[in-house]
């Protein structure tokens, strides 16, 4: 099933992550790159769909967080299941349920991993997703995957969206960018955004350099 991008202004760029699909989303410390990857599951248990969410932080918090930000229970029901783990090594288990998949933070999860063990992974992980539809979020933390592995994980993803925040003589500039996207396209720019904890406001009109 694919997940709806509902944000305002992004929308238009990116509509939609497809089923059976493979996503990347990185950030640095600001914290709107896990506040995305929330909306989206908040989007799809809207939508009846079912939702895996692996954690490395604590699976309470998490619970708590999609019921304040979309009003759901806070606890696990017969569409929501959230994993709170140390370390994966494959994310077969998880993607089997099908509906949406998503891991925050991959790149710490899979520290122990070599490039060869994250392909595989990957690979693994793409092959049941085409079978079952599972749509995959992969939030992950820059500057944590080793050169290589961030190659690898760049190489095998279907889409990548990356959050930045930077200073500038005007105070905090946060911006994003995809460089890589469904079926080869991509988006050549900084595409400004706002973020206050609760909402992403992007503004299609503001340049950012």
Same mark, same amino acid.
């Given at each position: 099933? /694919?997940?709806? +991008? %509902? &944000?305002?202004?992004?929308?238009?760029?990116?509509?939609?992550?497809?089923?059976?699909? =493979?996503? @990347? &989303?990185?950030?640095? /410390?600001?914290?709107?790159?896990?506040?995305?990857?929330?909306?989206? =599951?908040?989007? /799809?248990?809207?939508?009846?769909?079912?939702?895996?969410?692996?954690?490395?932080?604590?699976?309470?918090?998490?619970?708590?967080?999609?019921?304040?930000? #979309?009003?759901?229970?806070? %606890?696990?029901?017969?569409?929501?299941?959230?994993?709170?783990?140390?370390? *994966?090594?494959?994310?077969?288990?998880?993607?089997?349920?099908? #509906?949406?998949?998503?891991?925050?933070?991959?790149?710490?999860?899979?520290?122990?991993?070599?490039?060869?063990? *994250?392909?595989?992974?990957?690979?693994? &992980?793409?092959?049941?997703?085409?079978?079952?539809?599972?749509? +995959?979020?992969?939030?992950?933390?820059?500057?944590?995957? %080793?050169?290589?592995?961030? !190659?690898? /994980?760049?190489?095998?993803?279907?889409?990548?969206?990356?959050?930045?925040?930077? %200073?500038?003589?005007? #105070? @905090?500039?946060?911006?994003?960018?995809?460089?890589?996207?469904?079926d080869?396209?991509?988006?050549?720019?900084?595409?400004?955004?706002?973020?206050d904890?609760?909402?992403? !406001?992007?503004d299609?009109?503001?340049? *950012?350099?």
């Amino acid at each position: 099933m /694919a997940i709806s +991008v %509902e &944000v305002p202004g992004l929308d238009t760029i990116i509509p939609e992550v497809g089923d059976g699909r =493979v996503v @990347l &989303v990185e950030s640095g /410390a600001d914290p709107a790159k896990s506040f995305f990857v929330r909306r989206l =599951v908040l989007t /799809a248990l809207r939508n009846r769909s079912r939702v895996t969410f692996v954690t490395s932080r604590d699976r309470m918090e998490l619970l708590s967080l999609l019921s304040v930000e #979309g009003g759901i229970p806070r %606890e696990e029901g017969e569409r929501l299941r959230v994993y709170e783990e140390d370390a *994966v090594t494959k994310l077969d288990e998880y993607a089997q349920w099908g #509906g949406l998949l998503a891991v925050d933070s991959f790149s710490f999860l899979t520290l122990d991993l070599d490039p060869p063990g *994250v392909a595989d992974l990957l690979r693994n &992980v793409r092959a049941i997703c085409r079978e079952k539809g599972t749509t +995959v979020l992969l939030a992950t933390d820059r500057g944590m995957f %080793e050169t290589r592995v961030e !190659a690898v /994980a760049l190489h095998l993803s279907d889409g990548f969206i990356q959050f930045h925040a930077k %200073e500038s003589p005007e #105070g @905090l500039v946060r911006f994003l960018r995809i460089p890589k996207w469904m079926d080869g396209k991509f988006v050549d720019r900084n595409v400004y955004y706002d973020f206050d904890g609760r909402r992403l !406001a992007i503004d299609l009109r503001r340049r *950012v350099l």
